[in-house]
């Protein structure tokens, strides 16, 4: 990484912590701008911080960070070689979702880190890191159940990026059968499209996006596992599945 993306990096980082753009900061201990190497080839965006990450101004540390460190193990990562942060930087108050004007006012933070990071992968964790980053790249969210299964392309702040979506590690802590879902995709589809990515193994060619889907109506991927976005409605991540 050039010294100048390290002082872009820096001077981000700082405004992440003084940042006053939306209401989130008024109910903050600490903002949370993110961590992770600067070179990382992976990305892992949720939703938001919870109260650990409020107070220790880190993401991914309470009993959902723990989740998630195991579950990188299973997709032959460690934490620290991924880049990790959040859509919106401040904790919301009681951990409601971020509202749409806060998302959109934090945006340009995650973008920036994107465009410095330049992951090859980004692991979207619930439906607000999904469909964020699906809207940013021009994409149509179809839902976590949807989108779960697929590796797709995707141009992001100008970067060349492969996303894959899961629940979020915190709706899957009270909920098994989450946890297994999770766990499943961790292992499957989001260890394939790391170790694609590492190994420089992108979709080239029209095969790559010949639909197979791994649920009925579902989203379709090749045999490769990668496809186009797409899927259809708002197929879940609704209040019942809260951060899932
Ligand atoms: S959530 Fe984002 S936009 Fe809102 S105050 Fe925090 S850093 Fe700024």
Redesign the pocket.
């Known amino acids: 990484m050039s010294e100048d993306a390290v002082e872009r990096y820096k001077r981000l980082v700082e405004s992440?912590k003084n940042?006053?753009?939306?209401?989130?900061?008024l109910s903050?201990k600490n903002?949370v701008p993110g961590e992770g190497p600067l070179n990382a080839d992976i990305m892992v965006v949720g939703e938001a911080p919870g109260r650990s990450e409020d107070e220790q101004g880190r993401p991914f540390v309470g009993a959902a960070g723990k989740l998630l460190d195991r579950l990188l193990k299973e997709a032959g990562l460690e934490r620290g070689k991924v880049y990790i942060t959040n859509v919106?930087?401040?904790r919301p108050p009681n951990n409601r979702d971020?509202k749409p004007e806060?998302i959109t006012?934090?945006l340009p933070?995650l973008l920036e880190q994107v465009r410095l990071v330049k992951p090859k992968v980004i692991i979207a964790v619930g439906r607000i890191a999904g469909s964020t980053l699906y809207k940013a790249a021009g994409l149509k969210w179809g839902g976590v159940r949807r989108e779960r299964g697929k590796a797709v392309k995707a141009r992001l702040a100008g970067i060349d990026v492969v996303i894959v979506s899961t629940y979020h590690p915190a709706a899957a802590l009270y909920n098994p059968q989450l946890k297994e879902d999770l766990e499943s995709d961790f292992k499957g589809h989001i260890r394939k499209a790391v170790e694609d990515a590492l190994k420089g193994r992108a979709p080239k060619t029209l095969e790559d996006f010949i639909p197979l889907g791994p649920e009925p109506g579902g989203p379709k991927v090749g045999s490769r596992g990668y496809v186009e976005a797409g899927g259809e409605g708002e197929g879940s991540g609704g209040k019942g599945q809260g951060k899932a």
């Open positions: 992440i940042c006053t753009k939306c209401p989130l900061h903050r903002s919106v930087k401040c971020p806060e006012a934090c933070y």
